[in-house]
Nanobody
């Protein structure tokens, strides 16, 4: 079971990035997926989730700016991040649960400059 995230980078405040996370080894279409982030010195926090049916939830700080989506044909979940702020700087991780075990991707660094 593997989650491979990509798409991070350096962007100026107000810019956009799209993160991708490709899953393998799981029945992707039945799994809820999530994006988390961890800024230096902070705990890992939930950013957004998407259910197998496409229902979404967001933490308040990203509502209206971030959009989580999934492509079951590609076993991939996306996080479109718009109007980025310096406070969004963090390592972003994708996550799912499979057979009772939490699965984490390696993480991708997003740096937003002011």
């Amino acid at each position: 079971v593997q989650l491979q995230a990509s798409g991070g980078g350096l962007v100026q405040a107000g810019g956009s990035l799209r993160l991708s996370c490709k899953a393998s080894g799981i029945n992707f279409r039945i799994n809820a997926m999530g994006w988390y982030r961890q800024a230096p010195g902070n705990q890992r926090e939930l950013v957004a989730t998407i259910s197998s049916g496409g229902s979404t939830n967001y933490t308040n700080s990203v509502k209206g700016r971030f959009l989580i989506s999934r492509d079951n044909a590609r076993n991939t979940v996306y996080l479109q991040m718009n109007s980025l702020k310096p406070d969004d700087t963090a390592v972003y991780y994708c996550n799912t649960a499979w057979r009772g075990v939490q699965i984490w991707g390696r993480g991708t660094l997003v740096t937003v400059s002011s």
